[in-house]
């Protein structure tokens, strides 16, 4: 059973960019895609996007696109998800969550990565 | 993308059944039986709790139920339990491979 490790908490200036990454521990990345979820602070599930790592395709949400990219690296089965010109509504909780193809929902999700952007 | 709309707050005595709506458009939730469920307690990861409109994951209650007519699905909490008290995510596959989640409820145990 795959389980996803994100990277620890990070705190950013805004203007900055940051990354953070998606392990699959206990197994690797085959048929599924990565898809990236933010959560502002009290606020809804935000998709972002979507990478097939074995195809390094990548498909972004249109309020992300341009300043976001995705990247995996298969030899290590991680995903990278990296978010530029920092703003301090880019404050959340940023969570990987896996699909399989053919399947069109989320399971599982990793445990959240907190970015905080403040001066 | 437009977030898809749900009711901010829905409560219930225990034992009660409550549904929570989730109102999409043609291009998501009218045109695609992939609708999952969410439920995520404060400070925690959401879990799946719905998928493809009715199905269950694994090891999930069956008091949980979902359905879905033309551009609404919702989603039904039979038996209401106190820890059944969390925010509510409905979420569609969209037109040009995306997903696009929904308002969120926050659903009270009374």
Redesign the interface.
């Known amino acids: 059973q795959v389980q996803l490790v994100q990277s620890g908490a990070e705190v950013k200036k805004p203007g900055s960019s940051v990354k953070v990454s998606c392990k699959a521990s206990g197994g690797t990345f085959t048929n599924f895609a990565v898809?990236w979820?933010r959560q502002a602070p009290g606020q809804?599930?935000?998709?972002m996007g979507?990478i097939i790592p074995i195809f390094g395709t990548t498909?972004y949400?249109?309020?992300f696109q341009g300043r976001v990219t995705f990247t995996a690296v298969k030899s290590t089965s991680t995903a990278y998800m990296e978010l530029y010109t920092l703003k301090s509504e880019d404050t959340a909780v940023y969570?990987c969550a896996k699909d399989v193809g053919g399947?069109?929902?989320?399971?599982p999700?990793?445990?959240?990565t907190l970015v905080t952007v403040s001066s | 993308q437009s977030a898809l709309t749900q009711p901010a707050s829905v409560s219930g005595s225990p034992g009660q059944s409550i549904t929570i709506s989730c109102t999409g458009t043609s291009s998501d939730v009218g045109n695609y039986d992939f609708v999952s469920w969410y439920q995520q307690h404060p400070g925690k990861v959401p879990k799946l709790i719905i998928y493809d409109v009715t199905k269950w994951p694994s090891g999930v209650s069956s008091r949980f139920s979902g359905s879905k007519s033309g551009n609404t699905a919702s989603l039904t909490i039979s038996g209401l339990q106190a820890e059944d008290e969390a925010d509510y995510y409905c979420c569609s596959y969209a037109d040009g491979s995306a997903y696009v989640f929904g308002t969120g409820t926050k659903v009270t145990v009374l």
């Open positions: 898809n979820v809804r599930l935000e998709w979507t498909n949400a249109p309020e969570y399947y069109y929902y989320f399971d999700w990793g445990q959240g």
